[in-house]
């Protein structure tokens, strides 16, 4: 049962839009969806959401603290409110994964991304979830930062921002505990449109 969602990014205007604020973009549509609003709080260093869903407390939250300090803000809200690591979801942008393509896993190693080192060091522990965004990969390791500092193009934003609606219709199931059907409906890329079929010639 996922108790706290967690969005990624780097706070400021010159950082909204870049692929490496996936996270940011996706709690913003998830606030949407619950309708609600996130408002600063200094004592877990971001902008939170509280709501009631089933009646439980659910937690949303955007670090402000920079991305390689994002353990700093979700360490402490976790640890206030009791929250176990496996409760938590991470939402991150992901470069191995394609634009379009989102991907749903527990625990692992952080694979080099800062925001996910500093969460494994403050929380102790791996074994919480990741929602991976697919922002797709510069081809070469030197151009990464210079990728994820930028903002996608059109057709990558549009692939990315359909890849987090599936995300968002998983978030009963997330709520829930179902893991399983969650993966299922996040996992699952739509089929291409089939082409319209043209009429026949009249004989």
């Known amino acids: 049962m996922i108790k706290l969602f967690v969005g990624l990014g780097n706070p400021g205007p010159e950082y909204e839009a870049t692929r490496h604020n996936a996270g940011f973009w996706w709690i913003d549509a998830l606030a949407r969806e619950l309708k609600t609003s996130l408002q600063p709080d200094k004592s877990y260093y971001g902008l939170v959401a509280r709501v009631v869903v089933d009646g439980e407390p659910r937690w949303l939250l955007k670090p402000q603290t920079f991305m390689n300090l994002s353990g700093k803000s ?27 393509q989102a991907k749903l896993k527990l625990g692992g190693s952080h694979a080099g991304h800062n925001g996910l080192r500093d969460i494994h060091a403050q929380l102790g522990s791996p074994d919480y979830w990741r929602l991976r965004i697919g922002i797709g990969h510069p081809g070469a390791r030197d151009e990464v930062l210079n990728w994820v500092l930028k903002k996608p193009s059109a057709e990558h934003r549009t692939a990315i921002e359909d890849s987090m609606t599936r995300a968002i219709l998983a978030v009963p199931a997330l709520m829930a505990g179902d893991m399983d059907k969650a993966t299922m409906a996040i996992h699952t890329t739509k089929p291409p449109r089939p082409k319209p079929v043209r009429p026949a010639e009249p004989v």
């Not at 991470?90 to 470069?95: G, I």
């Open 74 to 100: 979700v360490g402490a809200l976790a640890r206030f409110f009791k929250i176990q690591p496996g409760e938590i979801l991470v939402v991150h942008d992901e470069l191995d994964i394609v634009p379009g």
